[in-house]
C-alpha cells in the first residue's frame, strides 16, 4: 500500500474509533440530564443515583473520547498539509468554532457540574448538566457544519488557487449538512437509549438487589430508543434525494460503503423493530420476566455503533475520489511524506487509538459490573479504586 492509501486508512481508522466515543458521550448525557430532571423534580433518590451511575460512565468515555479527538486532529496537519492549504479558509471556520466555543464551553460546564455536587443550587447544578448536553451537540453541529462542507463545498470563492470564506452562512444552510445532523443526533441518543437498556438487562439477567434501579433504568432506555430510532430511520431515508442530487455517483461507486450503507439500514430498522415492540413489555414489568429478552438486549449493545460505522464509511468512502467534492482530489492533498514515515504514523495512531479504546471499555466495563453506589458518595473523584 502507497502512503496515499496509509494515509487514507489511517483516517478511516482514527476517525471511526472516535465517532464510537462521540455517539456514547451524546446520548448518555441526555440521559444523564433526563435522570436528573426527574430527581430535581421529585426528590426520588433512585433518579438521583441513576443520575451519578450513569454520570461516571458517561465522563469516563467522554475523557478518553476527548483524547482521541486530540490525536486524530494532528493528522491534518501530518497527512492532509493539502486540504489545510487548499481549503483550510473555509474548512477551518467551523473546526475553530467548535473548539474555542463548543468544546471549552462544555468542559468548563462539565467541570461545575462534578464539582459543583453539593454545593451549588440544585437547580443551578441541573441546568449545568443541560448546558453540557446543549455544548455537546453544539460541538457535533459544527463538525458536522465542517464534513458537508467537504461533501458539497458552497459559500466560498478561489483567489490564487486557494477557497476563501465569502458567505458563512452558506455553510450552516448546505443542503448536505441539515438531514445529516439530526441524523447524528438521532444515532447519539438510540445508542445511549440502547447502551443503558443493555447495561440494565445485563443487572436484571444476574438477579441483581437493585432491582428497581436498573428497572427505571431499563424503561428509560427503551422509551428512547423507541423514540429516537424511527426518527434515526427518517432522517436517513431524507439524505437520499440530497446524495442523489448532489453526489449521483455516490451509491453505485461507493463499493465497501454501500455494503456499510445496507448494514446501516438493516440495523436501524431492526433497532426500531425491537424497541417498539419491548415498549408494551414495559407494563406491570413483564419484560423483566422475560429472561430470553433480557439476553438479547444485553447483545444488542454493540448493534448502534457498528450501524454508526456502515454509516461513517458510506458518506466517507462515496466521496472518493474527492477530498473537497468537485473542487480537490484526495491525493492531491495528501501531505509529502514517505511511504515509511506514513507507515509508522498509521502504526502508532493504531496503537494510540486501541489502547484508549481498550482502557475506555475496561473502565466502563468495571463501573457496569459494580453496579450503582450509594448516593450520597461524592462523584469526585469519578472512579474511585478502579
Avoid at 38 to 50: C, E, I, K, Q
Avoid at 122 to 128: P, T, Y
Amino acid at each position: 500500500m502507497d502512503a496515499l492509501g496509509l494515509a487514507r486508512l489511517q483516517f478511516a481508522v482514527t476517525t471511526s474509533f472516535h465517532f464510537l466515543f462521540v455517539l456514547l458521550t451524546l446520548g448518555l448525557v441526555t440521559l444523564v440530564a433526563v435522570a436528573q430532571t426527574r430527581a430535581t423534580l421529585s426528590d426520588d433518590p433512585v433518579h438521583a443515583r441513576m443520575t451519578w451511575f450513569w454520570g461516571r460512565i458517561y465522563v469516563v468515555n467522554y475523557a478518553l473520547g476527548i483524547a482521541t479527538g486530540i490525536v486524530m486532529e494532528f493528522q491534518f496537519g501530518l497527512n492532509w498539509s493539502g486540504l489545510s492549504h487548499y481549503a483550510g479558509d473555509v474548512f477551518g471556520a467551523p473546526l475553530a468554532i467548535e473548539t474555542l466555543v463548543a468544546f471549552f464551553l462544555e468542559s468548563t460546564f462539565l467541570g461545575l457540574w462534578i464539582f459543583g455536587r453539593d454545593r451549588l443550587n440544585r437547580w443551578v447544578h441541573l441546568a449545568l448538566i443541560w448546558l453540557v448536553a446543549l455544548t455537546a451537540y453544539a460541538s457535533a453541529l459544527w463538525i458536522m457544519v465542517a464534513n458537508a462542507f467537504l461533501q458539497h463545498p458552497v459559500g466560498h470563492e478561489e483567489r490564487d488557487g486557494v477557497l476563501r470564506l465569502v458567505d458563512f452562512s452558506a455553510l450552516l444552510a448546505n443542503p448536505l449538512f441539515t438531514s445529516a445532523f439530526w441524523h447524528v443526533v438521532c444515532a447519539a441518543l438510540t445508542t445511549g437509549g440502547v447502551f443503558v437498556t443493555g447495561v440494565s438487562a445485563y443487572h436484571l439477567v444476574r438477579r441483581t438487589t437493585e432491582v428497581d434501579f436498573f428497572r427505571r433504568s431499563l424503561r428509560l432506555g427503551v422509551v428512547v430508543t423507541a423514540l429516537a430510532a424511527p426518527a434515526l430511520v427518517g432522517f436517513g431515508v431524507a439524505q437520499f434525494p440530497v446524495i442523489g442530487r448532489f453526489q449521483p455517483t455516490k451509491v453505485a461507486d461507493a463499493g465497501a460503503g454501500a455494503a456499510g450503507l445496507g448494514l446501516m439500514v438493516q440495523i436501524g430498522l431492526l433497532l426500531v423493530l425491537v424497541s417498539w415492540l419491548t415498549v408494551p413489555l414495559l407494563l406491570r414489568d413483564r419484560v423483566l420476566r422475560l429472561r430470553f429478552v433480557l439476553h438479547l438486549m444485553v447483545l444488542g449493545i454493540p448493534l448502534p455503533f457498528v450501524a454508526a460505522i456502515g454509516g461513517w464509511l458510506f458518506r466517507e468512502l462515496g466521496r472518493q475520489p474527492w477530498l473537497v467534492y468537485g473542487l480537490l482530489r484526495t491525493e492531491d492533498a495528501v501531505s509529502e511524506v514517505s511511504r515509511d514515515g506514513m507507515l509508522f504514523s498509521f502504526i502508532a495512531f493504531t496503537a494510540v487509538f486501541v489502547v484508549l479504546a481498550v482502557a475506555d471499555w475496561v473502565l466502563i466495563a468495571r463501573l457496569v459490573r459494580r453496579g450503582p453506589v450509594d448516593e450520597a458518595v461524592p462523584l469526585s473523584p469519578l472512579v474511585p479504586a478502579l
